[in-house]
């Protein structure tokens, strides 16, 4: 695509390990590349490289600062998988949450092979299951509390694991905390069953379907008119991309691809399916993370 000279520009959809090499053979090349990925600092020293993607930074920014303005939540604790995304997960959160002068209390790591989070939640509310256990057991008529020194807590993991932890905090009388989730919360099946439990869960992500905005529900229509089923997070990012690229041809005097890449930089506050787009001055997309509830069992965008 790169040798066509037709080809003022790529847009791409890559994992984590393609990322970087795309990113470098983009650059090798002088082609402009937006990128759709996770992965951060792929555009770090590569002029004709950008990111167009609510990098985890900007989702956890986005969930920590509401989490403080809208939940009053200020001291956290965290249960996390023990695997790279998770080790990721906490080492932005712990970050993010001091940034708005907040406290992580401890975080507690769990295989992602179990199914039992008897200890995991133990460790995370410093044994207050077991002295409340132990206090009941002693004086059954008084009956003691779990007594939980944070106001949230933050599980980046998947919806079949939040909902199964969810259900074990309520089985062990776990109560009055606020559950912070990632984008892998977002799912159709994550209210299917056991919604009681996550009542009040919040969690971030780059698109919603049901959203406020009016560029969304345009876009949610035209796609589910043409294809049958409603667009993902990727197609919307996607859309959104050649959204900007379009906007820049038509708006700027384009000759060559650097020409391209100059002014697509420039891009401020791009309205479109997913939130509201600017490039900073890395190339990084700077989004809008649409901040979900549960409300009475169903999901709802509150910002």
């Known amino acids: 695509m790169a040798n066509d000279e037709n080809v003022i520009a790529i847009i791409a959809v890559a994992g984590t390990l393609e990322a970087t090499e795309a990113a470098s053979e983009a650059e090798k ?9 996770a992965k951060e600092g792929v555009t770090a020293e ?15 920014r986005a969930l920590a600062k509401y989490a403080l303005d809208n939940m009053n939540c200020a001291i956290f604790s965290i249960l996390y998988p023990e695997d790279r995304y998770g080790a990721e997960m906490v080492k932005i959160f712990r970050e993010e949450v001091a940034q708005i002068g907040g406290k992580v209390e401890r975080a507690v790591p769990y295989s992602k092979t179990q199914t039992d989070f008897t200890e995991e939640i133990n460790k995370v509310t410093k044994y207050a299951i077991s ?12 009956k003691v509390h779990v007594s939980i020194d944070f106001e949230s807590l933050f599980i980046p993991d998947s919806y079949l694991r939040v909902k199964m932890i969810a259900e074990q905090l309520a089985f062990y009388d776990v ?4 559950l912070l989730g990632t984008n892998l919360w977002n799912s159709p099946d994550l209210l299917k ?9 919040v969690f971030a992500d780059s698109f919603y379907t049901l959203s406020y905005y009016p560029e969304t529900n345009n ?3 035209v796609y589910y008119s043409t294809y049958g089923r409603e667009p993902e997070y990727i197609e919307a990012l996607a859309y959104d991309s050649a959204g900007m690229i379009f906007q820049v041809l038509e708006k700027n005097d384009i000759k060559t691809r650097r020409d391209f890449a100059s002014a697509l930089i420039q891009v401020d506050n ?16 700077q989004k809008t993370a649409f901040i979900l509830r549960v409300n009475n069992g169903k999901l709802e965008q509150v910002k």
Do not use: C, M, W
């Open 131 to 142: 002295s409340a256990k132990k206090a009941n057991a002693n004086n059954p008529e008084n």
């Open 29 to 37: 090349r002088k082609v402009p590349l937006v990128l759709i990925t």
């Open 219 to 221: 876009f949610v229509d």
């Open 175 to 178: 109560r009055g905390i606020k």
């Open 270 to 285: 791009y309205n479109g399916v997913t939130g509201v787009t600017s490039f900073d001055a890395d190339r990084v997309a």
């Open 193 to 201: 069953k056991g919604a009681e439990y996550l009542e009040g869960a």
């Open 46 to 60: 590569n002029y004709y490289v950008f990111q167009h993607f609510l990098t985890p930074t900007q989702q956890i």
